[in-house]
């Protein structure tokens, strides 16, 4: 059927029908003249050519101003698929898995995301930089972010709030960036309700409960009671995989892998014929 529907397509482009050029002459010069108007390079001399002469004569110039003169208007110059949509990607997981070594590697990567700062009252890590890791502000400061409904999203997470402030993303979506959002799965559960399908959810887990717990205490960071409340909550949390979209392996030693995983999403993401459609 495709077959006969290109077969039949190809007569009636190489074999112009004289209807089409010759039925009603002044009409056909008009639509040529507005085509010209729009496109002069196609249309400038002769607009008419001999639809037997041999393809390998021409030039490609030529050959296009041929095939626009037999189907009677010019070859459209716009995008075929409208531009994609910014995309919301929401970056969650157990805590030591990864989650900021896989952003930060990300960020390297790919100029055109925008990574959210996230809010916290936890007190800054060794290395860590505010307004660039997050926005370290006091628990009074938190509290009047969350009463002036200024948080997407905000959670106390580990005797900390952490909370997402809403006019960054506004602000980058309004200039047609993707957003990077890094939650703990509780805060993922939260956006995903508020949400819904309309931002890509991906999982990163370790690829064993040891070597989770491996990268935790290797990361010194926590007391042992701290690791152990970590430890017994993502066990808990691995079970909530289920609500995301993707799953990401932060394998040991194998961080590139996962970001080029990461990558991927987001391309395949924005290649989707229905595009994810956030407003915040
Ligand atoms: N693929 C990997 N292989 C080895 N080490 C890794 C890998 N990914 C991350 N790490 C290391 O594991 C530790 C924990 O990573 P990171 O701080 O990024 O986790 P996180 O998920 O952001 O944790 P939290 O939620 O507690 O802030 C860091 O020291 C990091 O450098």
């Known amino acids: 059927m495709f077959r006969r529907l290109c077969n039949s397509f190809s007569l009636s482009i190489s074999k112009p029908k004289p209807a089409l050029i010759f039925q009603n002459p002044i009409k056909k010069q008009l639509k040529l003249q507005q085509t010209l108007s729009l496109t002069p390079r196609f249309f400038s001399s002769s607009i008419e050519m001999d639809s037997t002469q041999n393809n390998t004569q021409l030039t490609k110039v030529e050959l296009l101003r041929s095939l626009e003169s037999s189907l009677g208007h010019c070859f459209n110059t716009n995008p075929v698929c409208p531009s994609p949509t910014p995309l919301i990607i929401v970056i969650s997981g157990p805590s030591g898995v990864g989650k900021d070594a896989v952003i930060k590697r990300l960020r390297e990567s790919r100029e055109s995301l925008h990574f959210v700062v996230t809010a916290t009252s936890r007190p800054m890590r060794p290395g860590e930089v505010d307004g660039k890791d997050y926005y370290f502000v006091s628990k009074e400061q938190f509290l009047k972010m969350i009463e002036r409904d200024e948080l997407l ?28 959002l890094r939650v703990d799965i509780q805060g993922a559960e939260t956006l995903r309700r508020i949400l819904g399908n309309s931002a890509v959810f991906v999982f990163l887990v370790a690829e064993s409960e040891l070597a989770l717990v491996e990268r935790l205490v290797d990361r010194r960071t926590e007391s042992r009671d701290e690791l152990l409340v970590r430890i017994v909550t993502a066990r808990e949390e691995v079970k909530h995989v289920r609500n995301f979209d993707y799953v990401v392996v932060n394998a040991e030693g194998k961080l590139e892998n996962a970001v080029k995983l990461v990558e991927s999403i987001i391309d395949a993401e924005k290649a989707k014929v229905r595009q994810r459609n956030a407003v915040i």
């Open 153 to 180: 999203e905000y959670a106390l997470v580990y005797g900390d709030y952490k909370g997402i402030p809403k006019k960054q993303i506004r602000e980058y979506m309004g200039k047609g960036c993707d957003i990077v």
